[in-house]
T-cell receptor, first 114, second 112 residues
Framework: GQQLNQSPQSMFIQEGEDVSMNCTSS?????WLWYKQEPGEGPVLLIA?????ELTSNGRLTAQFGITRKDSFLNISASIPSDVGIYFC??????????????FGKGTKLSVKP | EAGVTQSPTHLIKTRGQQATLRCSPI?????VYWYQQALGLGLQFLLW???????NRGNFPPRFSGRQFPNYSSELNVNALELEDSALYLC???????????FGPGTRLLVL
């Protein structure tokens, strides 16, 4: 079945550094989503990508939809302490041509040292 | 606009009991999804409801069930609770069968 491989599993960085994480799949996805989850809360949608090669920004966050449609990248520039959390990539599972539930990567846990 | 809401926030049960978790989607959203997030296991898809019908279920036993009401809110029922059912249960909604899903804060279930 479809699986998403997300790396790295965790990152411990200094405030002000840039962060890069990625997600790969053996299957093609038509949509890539990036969520952030803080402790005790549900995931919050950060960026949605709908087209191969698309590069989309949301403040200091930039995500790209890989040209092969089998990968996606999320970059965070000039990290700050509130960036702490777990970042998940996700893609839709398809049923008979219709989108259904999401499949998630295992997450990248980001820790930022002030 | 109110987001996805879930109740209760926390639930403590003992083995063998039944748990009922509730979800209210964003106004106008007709699809509701349930996910289980157990420690160290990531988000696992449980159930998907759209327009009152169960559209798909994940790889979970039949003691995980649910329903969607005419107002599109949803209930997740877990029967014969086991210790490994302890997890954060997340509900998400979307406007119809779209991939962009918005999550609620979750219900943390602890089975003792």
């Amino acid at each position: 079945g479809q699986q998403l491989n997300q790396s790295p599993q965790s990152m411990f960085i200094q405030e002000g550094e840039d962060v890069s994480m990625n997600c790969t799949s053996s299957s093609i996805f038509n949509t890539w989503l990036w969520y952030k989850q803080e402790p005790g809360e549900g995931p919050v949608l950060l960026i949605a990508l709908y087209k191969a090669g698309e590069l989309t920004s949301n403040g200091r966050l930039t995500a790209q939809f890989g040209i092969t449609r089998k990968d996606s990248f999320l970059n965070i520039s000039a990290s700050i302490p509130s960036d702490v959390g777990i970042y998940f990539c996700a893609g839709p599972q398809y049923y008979g041509g219709s989108q259904g539930n999401l499949i998630f990567g295992k997450g990248t846990k980001l820790s930022v040292k002030p | 606009e109110a987001g996805v809401t879930q109740s209760p926030t926390h639930l403590i049960k003992t083995r063998g009991q039944q748990a009922t978790l509730r979800c209210s989607p964003i106004s106008g959203h007709t699809s509701v999804y349930w996910y289980q997030q157990a420690l160290g296991l990531g988000l696992q898809f449980l159930l998907w409801y759209d327009e009152g019908e169960e559209r798909n279920r994940g790889n979970f036993p039949p003691r995980f069930s649910g329903r969607q009401f005419p107002n599109y809110s949803s209930e997740l029922n877990v029967n014969a609770l086991e210790l490994e059912d302890s997890a954060l249960y997340l509900c998400a909604s979307s406007p119809g069968q779209q991939e962009t899903q918005y999550f609620g804060p979750g219900t943390r279930l602890l089975v003792l």
